[in-house]
């Protein structure tokens, strides 16, 4: 199961153009991706509003993640203040796999976003969350929050973007993307001693757990003979013949 780090930004002294700032409006978007995240089955640790970047460097690096996902917004330096627009995502030069998230998120939001030729992939040495962290990592910086339009666009389209994104991390990973649903009490129906939660929905795939029989599981999503479950607060893929919804 794909494990991502999600460190939105904790820049509180940012502040937007028309309200709010860098921390509020990256957390709120973070809040919108969780829901896709959990629907594809992709497991996450998130930071917090109290730390810092160099905390989130820390507490990622101590983990076996296999994307650092950081969430920022953009600000134009002195003497442009609300001039400039555009997406860039950025990735470390000699990380392949970084380049490779960072171009998928970077083609994904051009979809969405009103210039889509303002939107790339960048490679940078110069940004810790890039530089310091071993896991593969991309830095969205999401529009300009000191243009008005860049600003409004991002506060108006954090659904939007939540969605293009978790879409984009789901091609990166190789799994399904999956819509989010209700979540439903089941319980393992095996005629033998166990039912294997693997890592992705593949009889071939890694075993994160095993759930006995009569075990309680909530089902969180299906994809064609495969539900995304959480069992004993991990969350993973089983085969749906061998679960019953209660």
Request: proline share 7%; no cysteine.
């Amino acid at each position: 199961m794909p494990i991502l780090y999600l460190s939105p930004s904790t820049q509180e002294n940012n502040y937007y153009v028309n309200g709010g700032t860098e921390e509020e409006w990256m957390n709120r978007l973070a809040d919108a991706m969780e829901p896709y995240l959990t629907a594809s089955g992709i497991r996450f640790t998130r930071n917090t509003p109290e730390m810092t970047a160099a905390s989130s460097i820390r507490a990622s690096n101590e983990g076996n993640y296999d994307l650092h996902l950081a969430l920022h917004s953009n600000a134009a330096p002195e003497g442009k203040y609300g001039q400039i627009r555009g997406i860039i995502v950025f990735y470390y030069p000699s990380s392949l796999r970084g380049r490779e998230a960072a171009t998928l998120v970077a083609d994904g939001l051009k979809a969405i976003y009103p210039l889509p030729n303002q939107v790339r992939a960048e490679g940078t040495t110069a940004i810790g969350e890039v530089r310091r962290v071993r896991a593969p990592s991309v830095f969205i910086e999401l529009g300009y929050h000191d243009n008005p339009d860049d600003a409004v666009w991002i506060q108006n389209n954090l659904a939007a973007a939540a969605r293009n994104i978790v879409l984009s991390l789901t091609e990166y990973f190789g799994v399904p993307f999956l819509e989010p649903r209700p979540p439903r009490p089941a319980v393992v129906d095996v005629s033998w001693g166990a039912l294997n939660i693997r890592d992705k929905p593949d009889a071939a795939s890694a075993v994160l757990a095993q759930a006995y029989d009569g075990a309680r599981l909530t089902v969180l999503n299906q994809w064609q003979d495969w539900y995304v479950v959480r069992f004993d607060g991990l969350v993973g893929w089983a085969s749906a013949d061998f679960v019953t919804l209660i």
